[in-house]
């Protein structure tokens, strides 16, 4: 029975805060031994199509849920795509610009982010982002923007939960902070997830929810976890998330991908 397995990437498949920009070998072993008995492989990820890295790329993947749910590729091809109201991102960029906060939006292809957008710049490079092709100048209302990534280094943090909380009062926004080093604040629709894209991948192949898996570690992988046939949470994620997983894997460090692959897919797959 063909399956369809679906992985996260940052803390699923590779750990850029812990230096881990590459697939480990065991994982790659894995993938290909799913690709070899005839199963697809697809990445969830909340990153938009310029944010892959070129190992991910070019390893083999039969598509991408990006975004969170907002545009989806089978085949390098658009299957689905779903653009938040343009009004809603200029209110919030023009909010955020008035906080001194710097914002990037994500379209597809392309990211948008003002010439003056230097310590998120800093940062996409520190973790392997190339930003050599993003657009500096631009109108607001001439852009297709599916998710809006707000960063600041500043320290009030008080201040910033009240900005962000400001934020998410925009209408049909959903959001989630990362402590990591800075604050910041990734604001999509919360009228699409993983778990809206996912299916349209099922749906594109004809292949039924009970032969889909999900690998995630993440507050935006519970839609996609709790939902699919068989959600896997990886050892590092919260307890909210490892409640709605059927397993829980080790860490990337662990080669937790390839462990969930190995004990509880391809296992069931050799017996029948």
């Known amino acids: 029975m063909t399956k369809a397995i679906f992985f996260d990437i940052d803390g699923t498949l590779l750990d850029g805060n812990a230096g881990i920009f590459n697939l ?3 994982v790659k072993t894995a993938l290909n031994r799913l690709k070899n008995a005839g199963h697809y492989i697809f990445i969830a990820t909340g990153r938009p199509y310029a944010f892959l890295q070129r190992e991910i790329l070019n390893f083999g993947f ?3 849920v990006l975004l969170n749910g907002a545009v989806v590729i089978v085949d390098g091809k658009i299957i689905f795509r779903s653009p938040i109201d343009k009004s809603a991102v200029k209110k919030i960029c ?3 610009e008035s906080e001194q906060i710097e914002y990037i939006l994500e379209s597809h292809p392309q990211i948008y982010f003002r010439r003056d957008a230097k310590a998120i ?5 520190k973790i392997r982002v190339d930003c050599s092709n993003f657009i500096r100048d631009f109108e607001i209302d001439d852009v297709e923007t599916f998710k809006v990534e ?3 280094f500043r320290r009030d943090v008080e201040n910033l939960d009240k900005i962000y909380k400001k934020i998410l009062e925009t209408p049909n926004f959903t959001g989630w902070s990362d402590p990591f080093r800075f604050k910041s604040l990734e604001v999509s629709s919360n009228k699409i997830s993983k778990a809206d894209g996912i ?5 594109h192949f004809n292949i039924d929810i009970d032969n889909s ?3 995630g570690d993440g507050f935006n992988d519970i839609e996609m976890i709790s939902r699919v046939g068989t959600g896997f949470a990886m050892g590092t994620a919260g307890e909210n998330l490892k409640q709605k997983a059927k397993f829980v894997v080790p860490s990337v460090h662990e080669d937790g991908v390839a462990v969930g692959i190995e004990k509880y897919i391809l296992s069931l797959s050799d017996k029948g």
């Not at 710049?121 to 490079?125: L, Q, T």
């Not at 299916?199 to 749906?203: D, Q, R, T, V």
């Open 24 to 26: 480990t070998e065991r």
């Open 62 to 64: 039969d598509g991408y």
């Open 94 to 96: 023009e909010y955020v």
């Open 121 to 125: 710049e800093d940062f996409f490079r």
């Open 150 to 152: 707000c960063v600041t």
């Open 199 to 203: 299916f349209k991948i099922l749906n």
């Open 213 to 215: 898996y999900a690998f």
